[in-house]
């Protein structure tokens, strides 16, 4: 891709249930994973975290958003190589034993965004995006080239809408939070805390179960309990009457205060409905992202490009917008950056030729000579298989420092040879052979010493830029300077 992956022994793998999974579901699927991890011996270590990505270890990897449905494993591997060889394997048995899930291997590189193929499309309704956004998942899934295709919007999730009837509720000393409360007792339990079972934690939830131990069938028999006791239920004339005349005890009266009154009592009805857990923005607009990662051994840019076409064609609504992300949009950024001082850079370099040598015809010269790296780096890109990405393009940007230094050496021997002969021609034909070995020694060395680099995975495209680049580069302009000069200058052979 544009962004290499790091020649790094570890990965981590993200693993994600549907939002509102309990964690205690998420760690023993993660525990399960990593029993089957331990058991390959190309791993050496693993370390699980729940709830989110673990403190920042490592500054160049996407932060997950926090979610108690969320964990990750840390995986070691006994070395680069191995985790380039066993990843595909385990994603693919991952995939297939754990289909309720959500599951991703990623290495670690300079691409910051959390996918390398992305889609988003903003606008007002989320019915709207969810409708665009499956349309774009749908086209990514029956694509070749991409794979593990999701959304950054959860599923729906079901939530509980209580119709609070708030002076019946209030008579009887129950607020919102009691009914809430109460609720959650009766459906997932109220966490509690945690206890250890030898070298293990359990957690351990408070939970409203029907006499025989089973769920109550009838969300309107949930018992509501107060937690501050209802005092005014005994301060009315009745309860105070009746204890005067004793016809009602003390016992009793504490047992009203402190009784468990029935959900329906307390609301006007509960219905169960279904609604997104999260909405994410992008400059205050509601946004929907599809996102996928592209196939082993396939490009960022050539899974884009295989689904370009039809997801631009999708039809978008009055008020939506759509706009690719991903590692396209990283790549633009980066791109941006990078060049927005190349300019003022040109510019410094011509001005410091033109300071040397007196004259706009000798800088003009050298600059000629830039284009020629690409005839060298070209093709050693295609004979080993690199890409040609941001690593690369900081290795082009060295070339140029590296290329005038070399023209501006044979600038400055051809001067010398024209003063020495009477002939213009002999002159400079005697320059470039002149300088040719102590120029191409000194680019020899740069070479040899971007060998050590050609087998990385992150810095062997810059490795492979600098050689081929300097190499090629600097034959050609030994041989481009002297007829350059002889077409500016006008000098003929007689």
Not at 422 to 429: F, G, M, S, T, Y
Request: proline share 5%.
């Amino acid at each position: 891709g544009f962004f290499p992956d790091m020649n790094y022994n570890q990965l981590y793998i993200e693993y994600k249930l549907h939002e509102g999974s309990r964690s205690d579901v998420v760690c023993a699927d993660l525990e399960d994973i990593e029993k089957y991890l331990l058991e390959r011996s190309d791993i050496e270590h693993v370390t699980r975290s729940i709830g989110g990505t673990p403190g920042r270890y490592n500054l160049v990897r996407s932060i997950a958003e926090p979610s108690m449905s969320y964990g990750e494993l840390i995986v070691d591997f006994t070395s680069p190589e191995a985790l380039v060889k066993s990843m595909d394997e385990i994603q693919v048995y991952l995939t297939e034993n754990y289909p309720q899930a959500y599951v991703r291997l990623k290495r670690y590189n300079l691409m910051y965004k959390k996918y390398p193929v992305e889609v988003m499309f903003k606008g007002p309704d989320p019915a709207v995006l969810r409708s665009l956004v499956d349309q774009a998942t749908e086209i990514m899934r029956n694509s070749d080239k991409n794979c593990l295709v999701t959304t950054d919007w959860e599923d729906k999730v079901p939530y509980f809408e209580v119709d609070y009837n708030q002076p019946v509720a209030r008579a009887m000393g129950l607020s919102r939070g009691d009914v809430g409360t109460s609720l959650l007792a009766s459906a997932g339990g109220i966490p509690m805390g945690t206890f250890y079972d030898g070298n293990d934690t359990e957690a351990f939830y408070v939970k409203t179960v029907s006499k025989d131990g089973q769920p109550i069938e009838s969300l309107n028999n949930v018992p509501v309990f107060a937690l501050i006791p209802a005092v005014t239920g005994i301060l009315d004339e009745s309860a105070i009457k009746g204890l005067v005349l004793g016809s009602v005890t003390k016992e009793e009266l504490l047992g009203q205060m402190f009784a468990a009154k029935p959900l329906s009592q307390a609301t006007n009805g509960v219905s169960i409905k279904w609604d997104d857990p999260m909405v994410l923005r992008s400059n205050s607009e509601r946004a929907m992202r599809a996102q996928s990662n592209p196939m082993p051994g396939c490009s960022a840019d050539a899974a884009r490009q295989d689904i370009l076409a039809a997801i631009e064609a999708i039809e978008l609504p009055e008020g939506y917008s759509m706009s690719w992300e991903g590692e396209y949009r990283a790549s633009q950024d980066s791109m941006r950056y990078l060049f927005k001082n190349f300019p003022l850079a040109i510019v410094l370099i011509i001005a410091i030729l033109i300071m040397l040598f007196n004259c706009f015809r000798k800088p003009i010269i050298i600059m000629c000579c830039i284009p020629l790296i690409f005839v060298g780096v070209v093709p050693f890109m295609l004979i080993t298989g690199k890409t040609f990405g941001f690593v690369a393009i900081v290795g082009v940007l060295g070339l140029i420092g590296m290329i005038v230094k070399n023209g501006v050496i044979l600038m400055d021997e051809i001067a010398l040879q024209l003063e020495k002969s009477d002939n213009p021609v002999e002159a400079l034909l005697t320059s470039s052979v002149s300088r040719f070995r102590p120029v191409m020694m000194a680019s020899l060395t740069t070479i040899l010493g971007m060998i050590p680099l050609l087998s990385d995975d992150f810095f062997g495209s810059i490795a492979v830029t600098i050689m081929g680049g300097l190499f090629i580069g600097t034959i050609i302009t030994l041989l481009f300077i002297p007829i350059l000069y002889a077409v500016f200058f006008k000098i003929k052979v007689k």
